[in-house]
């Protein structure tokens, strides 16, 4: 294995993989950064896939997860190429747990009130159920302190979560075999920020709060999201030699 990890960036529910665009502007002339589509089906399912990406490089790897990519790094972050995690605003499972346990322990955000709820075919069996932000919430649940014509186009954009995915229990917790790093953004209406500091200091990860950040700290503040994947980067980079 090369001595300097390959950087994954893992989006989240109502986003696609170009939320990491500032986040890559920020590292590509230092490391190599890829950010693969996270499908958004299921905790499982969408670890499988990130599995196949991680599958496909040869060396080691900073898996960053952004949100619910939080709990697919969780189990994909397993994977023998993976060096390192990083968890940005996202959610820390431990194994057997669920999307709805670990939330369920902590009073709602503003965005359970700001759901919405669509079918979606499932070839030879019953519809699924799609979850997507209200548009016209969107822009101060999801990203206050982002431009508000960059969240208008977001909140039109956004890819919905498959709403089995929050009742799938989590099948391992690569934090516990993995050196783990978090960011709390302080001001996150879409979790609410007990959650990931439950998470992230049952885990024992070094964390960085971040005061006044949305939950789209990686658009808003990107400089700090790259410092903290440099840290952990620079961290396992002797290990991975």
């Known amino acids: 294995m090369s001595a300097s990890p390959m950087v994954v960036l893992v989006h989240g529910a109502f986003a696609d993989a170009s939320s990491w665009a500032a986040v890559h502007a920020q590292l590509k002339d230092e490391y190599t950064v890829v950010a693969p589509p996270n499908p958004l089906r299921g905790v499982e399912s969408d670890a499988a896939y990130t599995r196949s990406v991680l599958d496909q490089i040869d060396g080691p790897v900073v898996l960053v997860g952004h949100s619910y990519g939080g709990a697919v790094i969780t189990l994909a972050g397993t994977h023998e190429n993976v060096v390192g995690l990083v968890y940005v605003a996202a959610y820390a499972l431990d194994e057997g747990e669920s999307l709805g346990e670990l939330q369920g322990r902590f009073p709602d955000s503003a965005l359970a009130a700001n759901l919405k709820f669509a079918p979606f075919p499932i070839a030879g069996g019953e519809p699924g159920t799609d979850v997507s932000v209200d548009p016209a919430a969107f822009p101060e649940v999801f990203a206050a302190d982002v431009p508000r014509a960059q969240t208008e186009f977001l909140a039109v954009s956004q890819r919905p979560l ?52 949305s939950h789209a700290v990686a658009l808003s503040q990107p400089e700090v999201v790259a410092d903290v994947i440099r840290e952990a980067v620079r961290a396992v980079a002797p290990v991975a030699a």
């Open 162 to 213: 498959a709403a089995s995915a929050f009742e799938e229990p989590a099948s391992a917790a690569a934090w516990k075999v993995k050196p783990s790093w978090g960011i709390v953004p302080t001001a996150d209406t879409t979790i609410n920020p007990d959650v990931h500091r439950f998470g992230f200091e049952r885990a024992g990860m070094t964390v960085r709060e971040v005061e006044g950040a």
